[in-house]
């Protein structure tokens, strides 16, 4: 018998080679498609965050008053009643937003002291 040394791959070596390439590629493409969408969740989100952050800082920097109210900016609804006490000022507020995953509501409750 003769020995013969082989160089190279064979057809099925290269197209399993292939296959694995193609599933790991499509994977990268699906996760990354993921990340996309959770990115632009979390910007809508950062952003009704801030919003309602910002409304909080100037209810808390006004004098003790009850007052409600809405505002609507950027795509975020924002309602806000402040209820006076005898020493302090509760401050109860929500963000409503709505995007691809539907509405959703943050709500941020606080309270400052009167002086």
Same mark, same amino acid.
Request: aromatic residues 4%; positive net charge; charged residues 25%.
């Given at each position: 018998m003769k &020995?013969?040394?082989r160089y190279g791959l !064979?057809? +099925?070596? +290269?197209?399993?080679a292939m296959l694995i390439f193609a599933v790991g590629v499509l994977g990268l493409a699906a996760s990354s498609a993921s990340l996309a969408r959770q990115i632009a969740w979390n910007s809508d989100r950062s952003r009704a965050s801030s919003l309602a952050r910002s409304r909080f800082e100037t209810l808390s920097a006004s004098p003790c008053a009850s007052a409600a109210g !809405? &505002?609507?900016?950027?795509?975020v609804t924002s309602q806000w009643i402040? +209820?006076?006490?005898?020493?302090?000022e509760t401050i109860d507020e929500t963000a409503t937003r709505l995007d691809?995953?539907?509405?959703? +509501?943050d709500a941020l409750h606080g309270g400052v002291p009167c002086n």
């Open positions: &020995d013969t040394m !064979t057809l +099925v070596e +290269v197209l399993i !809405t &505002d609507r900016s950027r795509g402040t +209820v006076t006490r005898p020493s302090f691809s995953r539907g509405l959703h +509501v």
